[in-house]
């Protein structure tokens, strides 16, 4: 059996395959019913080479409203429970502290929590007493409102900031600093032009020395740039992944696995000088 962990510090571009069990999500909403159409999927996924899976009961899509804890356990806990046999690491996309530690009781080995801890006050200390990687993700606002009008000084000076004061926040609750991962939140709470760059500027974040996580698939920022809707964005998330890859990003959380692990395979090979079975 395989060991089911993150590496702190992959040596290959890793590819997490996005598993929404949700009604609403603005690409995949609602495809996903039932526990066994979840694991046909997730397996799909990694057969096409996906190194983690990240499952997540409530979308976050600009305008979302949020989900209760009630309804994101009964979405999240049946496809974790269903996923565990693939025998691949699962992260759980969540805000809610007892969904993460429910999910972490069943097998799910990280948590991506797109407040960085700020949205339960109960979060951080189950981080820090599990032990489990982190990811941490920037974002301006809720969902709700994210996209209504996103105001920086400076975006990428802004998000290194926010950062700095996470870490720190962490670390006095206890957190290793090797349990965390960053995400600047492409998406979250900024406008085309500040998504674009905050991509051209990606290398800066490479100061804090974690882990790096990015997720462009499929957003509205390639649909803006490209005047494609939702289902026409490949080219746009394989170039904007592939410029994120050449720049070190250690992982990219994405909708079309198979496509895009080719994408970071070729990167890897270019930047690196090795392909990705070299682990």
Not at 43 to 51: L, N, T
Not at 204 to 227: I, M, Q, W, Y
Request: glycine share 8%; proline share 5%; charged share 25%.
């Amino acid at each position: 059996m395989m060991s089911l962990c993150v590496p702190p510090f992959p040596r290959k571009t890793l590819v997490m395959g996005i598993v929404n069990v949700t009604p609403d999500s603005f690409f995949d909403g609602g495809r996903l019913t039932g526990t066994a159409t979840v694991r046909d999927y997730a397996a799909e996924q990694v057969r096409d080479g996906a190194d983690i899976l990240d499952v997540g009961g409530e979308s976050t899509r600009p305008g979302a409203e949020q989900v209760s804890q009630e309804e994101e356990l009964r979405r999240v806990l049946p496809a974790v429970e269903a996923l565990v046999p693939l025998e691949i690491p699962i992260s759980v996309d969540t805000r809610h502290a007892e969904t993460a530690r429910r999910a972490l009781a069943l097998g799910a080995v990280m948590v991506n929590d797109i407040t960085a801890l700020q949205g339960d006050p109960e979060m951080a200390g189950l981080i820090a007493a599990t032990g489990c990687p982190c990811v941490l993700m920037h974002m301006q606002g809720e969902p709700k409102t994210m996209q209504q009008a996103p105001r920086y000084d400076d975006v990428v000076d802004d998000i290194r900031a926010f950062f700095d004061e996470r870490l720190r926040f962490a670390a006095n609750e206890g957190i290793r600093e090797e349990q965390i991962w960053l995400d600047p939140g492409f998406g979250f709470g900024k406008t085309v032009d500040q998504n674009l760059l905050l991509l051209r500027r990606f290398q800066e974040f490479h100061s804090f020395g974690r882990p790096l996580l990015l997720g462009v698939s499929n957003k509205s920022t390639l649909g803006a740039v490209l005047d494609a809707d939702v289902n026409d964005r490949t080219e746009g998330t394989a170039a904007a992944v592939a410029f994120a890859a050449a720049r070190g990003v250690h992982c990219v959380r994405v909708h079309d696995v198979r496509t895009m692990t080719r994408v970071v395979r070729m990167c890897d090979a270019i930047t690196r000088g090795r392909a990705r079975n070299d682990g």
